[in-house]
């Protein structure tokens, strides 16, 4: 089934081509000396794709407009699942009556980054307005409710979304099937006409079976297991199995490989969809440690098994995450601390993807070093300036943005940053070129201004940081 579909042969062909540079990636980690500048992959996302898999993340659209999270968004992932927009309550919140638009959001966010998006979720218990739960629906006027739900879904989407997680969660822990309206009204072919009317929308996009406490083998993967093999014997269209993996610090993972190598033998595509590992907060530096080994870990599982094509983490930051709101007392369960700097996670994660995430700070310290320098150089005549600015940090960075204040004059083109200008104050962030900065790394863009005034040394902040100007 992979050849049919539309991103399986990209992701073929990303893995012979890049694997050598793995391999090479490996000795040269070895023989590099300490001092050396690293040429290994830097970013998440470049680290994934040098092994043929992809690296993504949940997006909760409302923190689009904050540019620490869109520039990490944009920088380490390549690709993006909706964390609530594509749901049923979103997009079609009344019988008949559809919304796309935070789905289309995010198709536009992820085109402008070049990431693929995973589409999130179409058939599920949650997030299922009323009028389809407490609807009263005979089998046959909800199975053309759910029909029809798909069909709009994904014909909107289609071209636009890699993945669908066409039915989430639809297991008890003892590997029974869930009581949701669907399959108390309908009956457990609820599953199989699901995928059937989303490949008939969408016959390039790859349909997944999504679900948590999955991923060891236990009694809900053995159920999933028994489903799945009868669905693909009846000729379903089902290509993926997705294995949310909310993982506890230190749970036990030890037959996770195993578990997902009986559905990989099965001849189905495989992606960890909504990785995080929580901890009960406040989280000490051992247990971060603990939980970098841990990311470390499924990335590693995720390279040893050919099938397994990506890892998408559930949120950016402990500050977005679900976690806390869901499970009380615990959280910290990200790759970034609340203050959007890089955990021991983060770097753990691109290493076992063998990249070189840089120095993002004492692992063992979730405060990095802050403090950055500023300098600039101002070209000015009569009507105007050319100005180039620098800044050097001492901590690596995954997406920047420097501010300062231009007294006079309005900026009328610029280079190496996208700058905004609002009154005197001015904002430049990273293009998707330069988000990513080595620790002790350098800065530099430029600006041109329509005013030749001169005047004192601008107050420079990196990412909200106040830089000492040189
Ligand atoms: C969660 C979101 O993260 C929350 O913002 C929302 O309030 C509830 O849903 N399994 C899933 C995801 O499949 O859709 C869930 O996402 C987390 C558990």
Known sequence: MFPSKRRAAAVIAAGVLVSGLALAGGVQAQERAQDEPSTLAASLREAAAANGKFVGTAINNGLLGNSTYANIASSQFDSVTAENAMKWDSTEPSRGSFNYGGGDQLVDFAQANDQQVYGHTLVWHNQLPSWVSNGGFNA?????????HITNVVNHFEN????WDVVNEVFNEDGTMRGSVFQNTIGTSFVGT???TADAADPDAKLCINDYNIETDNAKSDGLYNLVSSLLSQGVPIDCVGFQSHLVLDQNTSSFK???????????ELIITELDIRISTPADSSELQ???????????????VSACSGITVWGISDRDSWVPGTFPGEGAACLYDDNYQPKPAYSAMVTAFGGDPGDPGDPGDPDPPTGCTASYVANRWNNGSVVELRVTTPQALSGWQITFALPAGTIVGSWNAEISQSGTSVTARNTQHNGTVAANGTVSFGFQTNSGATYSTPVVSLNGTQCTTA
């Open 140 to 148: 046959s006027t909800l199975t053309s409710i759910m029909n029809n």
């Open 160 to 163: 636009d979304v890699e993945y």
């Open 194 to 196: 699901a995928f059937r």
């Open 258 to 268: 195993s578990n997902m190598q009986r559905f990989a033998d099965l001849g189905l």
């Open 290 to 304: 603990r939980q970098a080994q841990q990311y470390a870990g499924i990335t590693q599982m995720c390279l040893e």
